[in-house]
Nanobody, 125 residues
Framework: DVQLQASGGGLVQPGGSLRLSCAAS????????IAWFRQAPGKEREGISY????????YYADSVKGRFTVSRDNARSLVWLQMNRLKPDDTAIYYC??????????????????WGQGTLVTVSS
């Protein structure tokens, strides 16, 4: 079975850090890019980062650029999202999702074929 398991969410104070993990199984991980999406209360889900197979094949939304860093380990089928200088506006459910690499760099949710279940990040004092 295909699985994407997001974890690492929790409660953090503004200015703090969290690292989310996304564990993949059941498909050829090397053939897919992994993106992180988030959905804040009352808002639509938005794509915030894309990670292809190389460190240069990355994209960040303006809202997280300079604060979040995405990395991956193909040998272990893992992707991480390091989130620094967190703000209350970062409060959301965070999802990881997979898109075939052949699709190119995209955060179009309709292109993503596999989705994780989400992990809640709350930034509050």
């Amino acid at each position: 079975d295909v699985q994407l398991q997001a974890s690492g969410g929790g409660l953090v104070q503004p200015g703090g850090s969290l690292r989310l993990s996304c564990a993949a199984s059941g498909f050829t991980f090397d053939d897919y890019a992994i993106a992180w999406f988030r959905q804040a209360p009352g808002k639509e889900r938005e794509g915030i980062s894309y990670r292809g197979n190389s460190a240069s094949n990355v994209y960040y939304a303006d809202s997280v650029k300079g604060r979040f860093t995405v990395s991956r380990d193909n040998a272990r089928s893992l992707v991480w999202l390091q989130m620094n200088r967190l703000k209350p506006d970062d409060t959301a459910i965070y999802y990881c999702a997979a898109v075939p690499l052949v699709a190119g760099v995209t955060l179009d949710q309709n292109m993503y074929v596999f989705w994780g279940q989400g992990t809640l990040v709350t930034v509050s004092s």
